[in-house]
């Protein structure tokens, strides 16, 4: 308990998200009317746990607290060589489109509108979204890339 009141030992400290984050948000929000209604993010790479280099420490993914639209990311827990996916439903057939590049109908069937690849950890194993014809890149920033899924 007496770590409490450090911060776990400095590892619990507030950050600032860098801005792309904000602008990728205002750009869907704005694309979405202000609403976002049905319309789900796809936030890669798909790891429950990365090192954010804005961060400095392995966490979970901020993503599903941080943008206006409902966020689908990963949920696979790793250590080690041990991997693990949740059995939820999405999760798995996240992993299915991911592992066959693209080749199913998951972005019509949950939904996603948008794709947001964060610049971290194993990003260049997503490079073939960009040869993806059902997707178009919205902003390229220092951290992320904004996809929109095409119909």
């Not at 911060?7 to 869907?28: C, D, F, M």
């Not at 590049?101 to 194993?122: M, R």
């Not at 073939?128 to 899924?149: G, T």
């Amino acid at each position: 308990a007496p770590l409490l009141l450090w911060g776990y030992a400095k590892q619990a400290e507030p950050r600032n998200l860098p801005t792309h984050w904000a602008e990728v948000n205002s750009i869907i929000v704005q694309k979405e009317g202000g609403k976002c209604g049905e319309s789900n993010i796809l936030f890669l790479p798909w790891h429950l746990y990365m090192n954010f280099r804005f961060i400095g420490n392995i966490v979970a993914t901020p993503a599903p607290y941080y943008f206006e639209c409902k966020v689908i990311s990963g949920t696979n827990m790793e250590f080690g060589g041990i991997y693990d996916n949740s059995a939820e439903s999405k999760s798995r057939a996240v992993e299915v489109w991911l592992n066959g590049k693209g080749d199913s109908d998951l972005l019509v069937n949950q939904n996603i509108k948008y794709i947001v690849l964060a610049k971290e950890v194993d990003c260049q194993n997503y490079n073939w979204l960009n040869k993806n014809s059902k997707l178009r890149v919205l902003l390229d920033s220092q951290n992320l890339i904004l996809y929109e899924v095409l119909k």
